[in-house]
Nanobody, 114 residues
Framework: QVQLVESGGGLVQPGGSLRLSCAASGISFSSAAMGWYRQAPGKQRELVAAITSGGGTNYVDSAKGRFTISRDNAKKTVSLQMNSLKPDDTAVYYC????????WGQGTQVTVSS
């Protein structure tokens, strides 16, 4: 059974930082492409950042220079370091394994507000 468990969300002021983590089990983690998506109220879910099994990364334009995705294959975790957060970053953030048609975590709320 595949499980993706996110942690690290919360309330942060504009300009602040948060680090999201996702612990995976039940998959061949080292060979899986991993990603972070987000969904804001009334909007479609969008890809924020992704990392391939080989460590290649890509980001949505709004996250470039502010967010960093990383993976630890030994611990089977993928993380998203988010800096210089803006109110527009407010959303539920989801961990994904294997692409949009595969496995999802339950989501963690990130709220950026003063």
């Amino acid at each position: 059974q595949v499980q993706l468990v996110e942690s690290g969300g919360g309330l942060v002021q504009p300009g602040g930082s948060l680090r999201l983590s996702c612990a995976a089990s039940g998959i061949s983690f080292s060979s899986a492409a991993m990603g972070w998506y987000r969904q804001a109220p009334g909007k479609q879910r969008e890809l924020v950042a992704a990392i391939t099994s080989g460590g290649g990364t890509n980001y949505v334009d709004s996250a470039k220079g502010r967010f960093t995705i990383s993976r630890d294959n030994a611990k089977k975790t993928v993380s998203l370091q988010m800096n210089s957060l803006k109110p527009d970053d407010t959303a539920v953030y989801y961990c994904n394994a294997g692409g949009p048609g595969r496995y999802w975590g339950q989501g963690t709320q990130v709220t950026v507000s003063s």
